[in-house]
């Protein structure tokens, strides 16, 4: 019977690890920037790095979500269908080949109209269920924002927008990269934002609008950056009105949920926030039996 287990958020960008015992304590965390891009494709030598800095023994089990169950990642894990009930998971891990004593979260895919997949999310939303979470809508915002509805503890919908990517590609490079450079975070321009995603036809005039603002002098360049925030972020609470209404429950690191909740409040939805550390340690506690 295993005493302790490693839990790891294993992003493409981003690892967050936590070392827990059986009553659900954390006896270590740890989060850096070697995520699935950085490895190299070595997440067995990145996984023993890990252990070593963390003083995690070789012998404590690690269970494993997110990028590092993809094509790219350590090994591929096929997609649940989402008639498993999150609190299923655990009886869905896969073994790493070569490597006993370490499991693979699945994620979930939809085909039931759109498709859309998830991976990482879903050990997000058993801890959340874990904490009494069974039905409504759930958002996981980031580089690909998940909005997720819950119904009976099941993944019901799932609707995924690459707000954070947009957010990341518009600022590196192209015709508002500039403007958002030498931006500030400016409360005004993100509720104008907002505003504007309302009003907006389409988001890739919104867009253009941004520059067209700030050549007119209409808007400071300085607002540019808070400004495409809240128009991003604000187009998915528009097309969300079209299947989710009432109260939002959101999982995100604090500034991420506090860019929400304040969308959240423009578009007249109650939303309570989460911690992501809270929600998955929360969510490791299921795994203890099935490794």
Known sequence: MH?????IDWGTSNRRA?????DGKCLARHADDQGMLAVGGDFAGALASLRERMGVAPDVAVVMSGMVGSASGWQEVPYLNTKVPLTGL??????????PGCFI??????????????????TQLLGAVGRGLLDGWVVLPGTHSKWVYLRAGKVDQLVTYMTGELFSMLAAGGTLAALMAGGLDDDSAFAAGLQEARRARAL?????????????????????????????????????????????????????????????????????AHDPDDVYLAALAYFFESV
Do not use: W
Not at 228 to 237: D, H, K, P, R
């Open 3 to 7: 005493t302790q287990l490693l839990g």
């Open 18 to 22: 936590y070392l827990v015992r059986r």
């Open 90 to 99: 655990p009886a869905h891990l896969a073994s790493v080949t070569g490597h």
């Open 105 to 122: 979260v699945p994620g979930y895919c939809t085909r039931d109209g759109a498709v859309d997949v998830m991976r990482g999310e879903e």
């Open 204 to 272: 890739s005039n919104a867009l253009f609008g941004v520059r067209a603002r700030v050549v007119s002098k209409t808007m400071a360049a300085t607002q540019a950056r808070s400004f495409v925030s809240g128009l991003l972020i604000g187009a998915e609470f528009v097309a969300a009105q079209g299947h989710a209404d009432g109260a939002i429950d959101i999982i995100g690191s604090p500034l991420l949920a506090a860019h929400y909740e304040r969308a959240a409040a423009h578009f007249g939805m109650p939303a309570r």
